[in-house]
């Protein structure tokens, strides 16, 4: 089955500075690539997400690219504010089916 | 609805007491997920519903967890004789299966075992 791996857990950066979470999955069949968003005590919330057709796609100040070659996907946070502190997941689904499989999580904080 | 709806909201238990957590999907979502996250952890899939097809049971920790979803309707998450270390919250999420599409959660259910 598929294996999410996700890096860093944890992620410290000053407002204004940018931040990088990076994930690899292991199965070729992956062929869609969501981003969450966990805020403290809520319930992720998808904020973008890629198919394996794209190999970069941006909204406002997140991006994410894509490396079908390397299994390897990436979100990226320019400007951070302190409301992007939060837990984040990447997250893959293998074209085999509805599945999805997570990874274990990165908490971002954006010192002010 | 508009959105996944999970209830109660908030569940404390007795130990050894039976529960059952709810979870009302996205209309017209095939699939439905139930996860469970302990304090500052991750998600931690449980069952996995697409349609008419047999559930994906794999993540189900023993055999004190159930689930049962009708169609493509409401789902039912059973926790018999819970322990303390069932404790966490529960998420559900739903997808639809046309296109790529992400899966949307629930607000959770914080079930308290005491």
């Known amino acids: 089955g598929e294996n999410v791996e996700q890096h860093p857990s944890t992620l410290s950066v000053q407002e204004g500075d940018s931040a990088v979470i990076k994930c690899t999955y292991s199965d070729s069949a992956s062929n869609y690539f969501p981003w969450y968003k966990q805020e403290l005590g809520k319930r992720p919330q998808l904020i973008i997400d890629?198919?394996?057709?794209?190999g970069e796609k941006k909204d406002q100040r997140i991006a994410v690219t894509l490396n079908k070659t390397a299994k390897h996907f990436s979100l990226h946070i320019t400007e951070t504010q302190p409301e992007d502190s939060a837990v984040y997941f990447c997250a893959a689904r293998p074209n085999t089916g509805n599945q999805f499989y997570f990874g274990t999580g990165t908490s971002l904080t954006v010192i002010p | 609805g508009a959105g996944v709806s999970q209830s109660p909201s908030n569940k404390v238990t007795e130990k050894g007491k039976d529960v059952e957590l709810r979870c009302d999907p996205i209309s017209g979502h095939t699939a439905l997920y139930w996860y469970r996250q302990r304090l500052g952890q991750g998600l931690e899939f449980l069952i996995y519903?697409?349609?008419?097809?047999?559930?994906?049971k794999s993540g189900l920790p023993s055999d004190r967890f159930s689930a049962e979803r009708t169609g493509e309707s409401v789902s039912t998450l059973t926790i018999q004789r819970t322990q303390q270390e069932d404790s966490a919250v529960y998420l559900c999420?739903?997808?639809?299966?046309?296109?790529?599409?992400?899966?949307?959660f629930g607000q959770g259910t914080r079930l308290t075992v005491v």
């Open positions: 519903f697409q349609g008419n097809s047999a559930p994906d």
């Open positions: 890629i198919r394996s057709n794209v």
């Open positions: 999420a739903s997808s639809s299966n046309r296109g790529a599409v992400g899966a949307f």
